[in-house]
């Protein structure tokens, strides 16, 4: 139903409500919305120029959004395969029947195999907390396979934290007080686009902005310094800036003293980091890694702003770890707008009671088996695991598209003694493979409460139509799952906003509803750690980590060349491929399969001759020694896949780089999609995937 707070009769039976909502995507902006209902039809989505962080804009995504809830091609009712797997050869059936073919399959397969052979698989395509915490209540009552980790955002937390104790940082809205931000592997304009006015206006206010970035990116664009190292060598770009300010006695001596761990190990360590082997080794110029170094540590307050693109490599923790050595080595913590910007979204869960939202105790004294999330396609193939899985559960997530090495988890999803339900608004490359699937709501047609990783406001989100066909929310879906399974825990049955109020014990719902968002607590001088109090066993900053010493891996920060390119490897796969989101229409796999966005996905006024979907960038230099042009169809292959593609020529990037932006879905391309290609090699720590250090060998094709 749409709020009442703002609705008027106009004539007779005609009614014009307003409800306000908050963006679910999985994008750090959770802008807030106001819809606009006529009779119960939404016409209107806009920005809520009220919000405190996106200011009344949304985004070349979402400015569409209506259009996508009612798209011709949205899943309205529940569907049965009648097909092979992958096929998308369906016919409709109704909720009752679909329910009850699910619940008889997964009590069989529960009774034959037991509950670990089940697994549930979901992910943030709607990040509200409803949404995603709710499902959990029934899968803990059961006791299925659980997973760690996580395709995104994992590796970045627990990289940070192996550092400063925490994954808490610095409010990137803090960066209105800095004067030099060093953008590091994230690309703002594009990902975080909202972020960017508050770092135009520290520039205005004399912020120097540097990106480092290994494509040229939008945000490259902007800034006042671009640096392009080759992908994966920034820690030894980070070791190399270490010996200069050491070298130079630019650290700040009273801070490191009184705050941090390991400085004579540290700065014993970094001795033989010279600008000139980081130099080779990042393929960067010896007096940019000495300038880059001199002014970070002399420029006062100096901010890092991260996010998550550089996680996704094999010692992405390593990553994160030595980035957050440099504050402590500058004390660029000690003042407001220094120190490192990254996800605020462990602030926002001290706010959340994430165990009344999922109710862990569910499980009782059971333990169930926890696999690697981003594994999956080794999940559902390997057959060595004891019970495999039987029965798999997907909402939320298009894994199809997202997981790496989709050709093998392809085999997984075709597998015929595996049973899958899929619950989505669209009929994705994951839903085709599915036995059931089910009509998800969106956010328009669902009460919820969605937090921030980009910011500090939680937002409400007022249904403001009436599920369309017969699409249920996620949480609607488990209530009825474990009705049809018959159990009768009270707690799986509970209704949303008695679970919201019990997952927000601090926040008063009434207010929250009435004010459409309440910011959570942050400290008020605009410093995380106050006078440089850090949650480690040490209580300080730690440069040498005995928790990482204990996990088998470097005490101090160290860099390694990825495992994947050994030299036999690098002979047969000489480019390096990066699948990167180049897309501002396109949010993950979602509205990539929509044709107005996949349109505008295509333009490129500069040159405009590559149309009919994704490509491989490549700088001439590479595509001339290839003897291939622009437009030319490619084969791009490795040992996981091939997939064949047009060639773009940019200047985006540097020799033995190629790009494939990802999102697309797999009629789009020959032969599968980019993370056909993709590494699916664990990261060090974290729980997160190597996506980016995959390596690929490019040929005319035929
Ligand atoms: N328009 C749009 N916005 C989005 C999304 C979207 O799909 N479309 N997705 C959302 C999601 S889920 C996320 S997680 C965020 C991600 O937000 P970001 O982290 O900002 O974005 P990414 O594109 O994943 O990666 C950022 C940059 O990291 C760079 N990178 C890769 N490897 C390295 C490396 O080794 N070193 C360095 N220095 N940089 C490296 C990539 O080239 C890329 O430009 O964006 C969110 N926002
Ligand atoms: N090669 C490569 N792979 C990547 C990345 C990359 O940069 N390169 N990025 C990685 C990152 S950072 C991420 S976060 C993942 C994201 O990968 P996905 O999670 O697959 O991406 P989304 O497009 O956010 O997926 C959301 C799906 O959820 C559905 N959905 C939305 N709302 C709801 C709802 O309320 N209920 C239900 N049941 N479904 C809903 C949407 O229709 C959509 O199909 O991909 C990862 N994969
Ligand atoms: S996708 Fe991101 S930028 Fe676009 S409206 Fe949603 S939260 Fe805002
Ligand atoms: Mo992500």
């Given amino acids: 139903m749409a709020s009442t707070l703002d609705s008027s009769n106009i004539t007779g039976q005609d009614t014009r409500t307003t409800a306000y909502g908050t963006c679910h995507h999985d994008c750090p902006d959770s802008c807030g919305w106001i819809a606009t209902v006529e009779n119960g039809v939404a016409v209107k989505l806009r920005g809520d120029p009220d919000h405190p962080f996106s200011k009344g804009e949304l985004c070349p995504k979402v400015n569409n959004f209506i259009e996508r809830a009612y798209s011709e091609s949205r899943v309205t009712r529940p569907l049965r395969r009648i097909g092979p797997k992958g096929s998308g050869e369906f016919e409709q059936i109704s909720w009752a029947t679909a329910l009850g073919e699910i619940a008889s399959q997964l009590q069989s397969v529960i009774q034959n195999h037991g509950a670990e052979a089940v697994l549930p698989f979901s992910g943030a395509g709607n990040q509200s907390l409803l949404a995603m915490g709710f499902p959990y209540r029934l899968w803990n009552a059961l006791g299925v396979t659980r997973l760690q980790g996580a395709l995104c955002g994992a590796v970045a937390g627990a990289g940070v934290a192996m550092t400063n104790g925490t994954k808490l940082a610095l409010d990137p809205e803090e960066l209105a007080h800095s004067k030099l931000i060093i953008i590091w592997g994230s690309n703002t304009r594009l990902t975080n686009r909202h972020l960017w006015p508050t770092i135009e206006a520290a520039r205005t206010a004399g912020a120097r902005i540097i990106v480092i970035d290994p494509i040229r990116t939008i945000t490259a664009d902007e800034a006042d310094q671009f640096i392009q190292p080759l992908p994966g060598t920034d820690v030894a770009l980070m070791l190399a800036m270490m010996h200069v300010i050491i070298n130079e006695d630019l650290h700040d001596h009273k801070w490191v003293a009184a705050r941090t761990l390991g400085f004579e190990d540290l700065e014993e360590h970094v001795r033989e980091w010279s600008p000139q082997r980081a130099a080779e080794i990042c393929g960067l110029p010896e007096d940019e890694i000495v300038a880059l170094a001199r002014e970070y ?9 991260t996010l998550i693109g550089a996680e996704h490599r094999e010692h992405g923790g390593m990553f994160f770890r030595t980035l957050a ?6 004390g660029a913590w000690r003042d407001r ?14 706010a959340i009671d994430h165990d009344a939202l999922s109710r862990p105790d569910l499980l009782g004294t059971r333990e169930p088996r926890v696999l690697d999330e981003v594994r999956l396609a080794d999940i559902l193939t390997n057959t060595d695991l004891n019970p495999s899985v039987h029965a798999l559960f997907v909402w939320g997530t298009n894994p199809m598209v997202s997981v790496p090495n989709t050709e093998l988890l392809r085999k997984g999803f075709e597998r015929t003694d595996l049973f899958t339900v899929v619950h989505e608004q669209f009929l994705t490359d994951t839903a085709r493979y599915a036995d059931i699937v089910l009509p998800a709501t969106t956010q328009l047609e669902s009460l ?5 990783w980009g910011h500090l406001n939680l937002g409400w989100n007022e ?3 009436a599920p369309v066909g017969e699409s249920i929310s996620n949480a609607e879906f488990h209530r009825q799952l474990a009705r049809a399974l018959g159990l009768t825990e009270p707690a799986l049955f509970e209704e949303d906003l008695a679970v919201l109020t019990a997952a927000l014990p601090s926040i008063d719902i009434d207010q929250l509803r009435a004010e459409h968002r309440v910011r959570v607590p942050y400290p008020e001088d605009g410093k995380p750690f106050g006078d440089g109090v850090f949650p480690t066993a040490s209580g300080r900053v730690e440069f040498v980590s005995e928790e990482l010493r204990a996990l088998g891996q470097p005490a101090l920060p160290t860099y390694e060349a990825p495992t994947e390119y050994a030299p036999e490897q690098l002979t047969r796969f000489p480019f390096r491929l990066l699948t990167p989101k180049q897309h501002a229409r396109f949010l993950n796999s979602s509205y990539s399969h929509l044709p107005k966005h996949q349109r505008a996905e295509h333009q490129r006024p500069e040159q405009g001759a590559v149309e009919g979907g994704p490509y491989l960038e490549m700088v001439a230099a590479d595509a001339t020694a290839l003897n ?3 437009g030319t169809m490619v084969k791009v292959s490795n040992d996981r896949g091939e997939v064949t593609l047009r060639v773009r020529i940019t200047e985006r990037l540097r020799t ?8 697309w879905w797999g009629d789009s391309h020959e032969g599968g999609v980019a993370n056909s290609l993709t590494s699916d090699r664990l990261t060090d720590w ?3 995937v190597a996506y980016s250090d995959t390596l690929v060998a490019i040929s005319p094709a035929l």
């Fill in 686 to 688: 974290g729980g997160g």
């Fill in 628 to 630: 291939l042009f622009e």
């Fill in 656 to 663: 033995g780089v190629v790009a494939i932006p990802w999102g």
């Fill in 325 to 330: 050595c440099l504050p402590a080595l500058v």
């Fill in 337 to 350: 707008g220094g120190g490192l910007a990254r996800s605020v979204g462990s602030w926002t869960d001290l």
């Fill in 297 to 305: 540590a002399t420029t006062r307050p100096a901010a890092i702003r």
């Fill in 463 to 465: 249904a403001a139509i």
């Fill in 448 to 452: 919820d409460v969605t937090p921030s």
